[in-house]
């Protein structure tokens, strides 16, 4: 219960969602517990659909109908459209929660690995 109240804290005062708590998986989970009672389950499915409505963008956005999005580019750029550099070569890599681990800092040499595999 606490995570519902989490998420409808969040979607009042127009915070951020931390994907990394997957609040949105405990609360799929709870609403498949919660169908036998009908008015409960349809007061906390409002919530979560207009959560969702309000995060999600509208139209979606599409490729298909955009010139120069047809096709993958050489560097790999473009493959976003809200960010165009995400993936792209040359750039850091994206994540959304931080490492758990820590990355080794004398890395092998490419042409070693590429020789053992």
């Not at 989490?6 to 708590?21: A, E, G, H, K, V």
């Not at 007061?43 to 010139?67: C, E, N």
């Not at 047809?70 to 976003?80: A, E, I, K, L, V």
């Given at each position: 219960?606490?995570?519902?109240?989490?998420?409808?804290?969040?979607?009042?005062?127009?915070?951020?969602?931390?994907?990394?708590?997957?609040?949105?998986?405990?609360?799929?989970?709870?609403?498949?517990?919660?169908?036998?009672?009908?008015?409960?389950?349809?007061?906390?499915?409002?919530?979560?659909?207009?959560?969702?409505?309000?995060?999600?963008?509208?139209?979606?956005?599409?490729?298909?109908?955009?010139?120069?999005?047809?096709?993958?580019?050489?560097?790999?750029?473009?493959?976003?459209l809200a960010f165009p550099t995400v993936g792209q070569s040359g750039?850091?890599?994206?994540?959304?929660?931080?490492?758990?681990?820590?990355?080794?800092?004398a890395l092998p040499d490419p042409s070693l690995i590429f020789d053992e595999l």
């Amino acid at each position: 219960m606490i995570t519902l109240c989490q998420y409808t804290t969040n979607i009042l005062l127009d915070d951020p969602i931390d994907d990394s708590l997957m609040e949105l998986e405990k609360i799929l989970t709870i609403l498949y517990t919660l169908s036998s009672d009908r008015h409960f389950y349809a007061f906390i499915s409002k919530i979560f659909l207009g959560g969702l409505w309000k995060y999600l963008s509208h139209p979606p956005v599409s490729f298909h109908y955009q010139d120069g999005y047809q096709w993958r580019s050489t560097d790999t750029s473009n493959n976003n459209l809200a960010f165009p550099t995400v993936g792209q070569s040359g750039q850091k890599y994206v994540r959304t929660c931080r490492s758990k681990r820590s990355q080794a800092e004398a890395l092998p040499d490419p042409s070693l690995i590429f020789d053992e595999l």
